[in-house]
Nanobody, 121 residues
Framework: QVQLVESGGGLVQAGGSLRLPCAASGRTFSSYYMGWFRQTPGKQRELVARISSGGSTNYADFVKGRFTITRDNAKNTVYLKMNSLKFEDTAVYYC???????????????WGQGTLVTVSS
């Protein structure tokens, strides 16, 4: 079982910045594939950014150049640094951990409780 706790959400003006940390439990955090997703009312949860155990990253087109995902394996924490925030970035942001169980690639996803980011225009 992996527990994820997000923090860092809040109200920010358009153009501003926030950093969202997500602390994870588990002794094998460095092997987890970590990600950030977001969701607004009436819409499906969507991928924002992911980072592999080796540090490779990928981003949704709508955040490229503005958001950065990093991880600190010594602290069991993944971060999402958000710059140049826009009104449309307003959402609940969820931390995700993907744990692979076997060589066939079977996995299980774990989710945090979410943290609300509100960007005022």
């Amino acid at each position: 079982q992996v527990q994820l706790v997000e923090s860092g959400g809040g109200l920010v003006q358009a153009g501003g910045s926030l950093r969202l940390p997500c602390a994870a439990s588990g002794r094998t955090f460095s092997s987890y594939y970590m990600g950030w997703f977001r969701q607004t009312p009436g819409k499906q949860r969507e991928l924002v950014a992911r980072i592999s155990s080796g540090g490779s990253t990928n981003y949704a087109d709508f955040v490229k150049g503005r958001f950065t995902i990093t991880r600190d394996n010594a602290k069991n924490t993944v971060y999402l640094k958000m710059n140049s925030l826009k009104f449309e970035d307003t959402a609940v942001y969820y931390c995700n951990a993907r744990v692979v169980f076997n060589v066939e690639g079977a996995y299980r996803d774990y989710w945090g409780q979410g943290t609300l980011v509100t960007v005022s225009s």
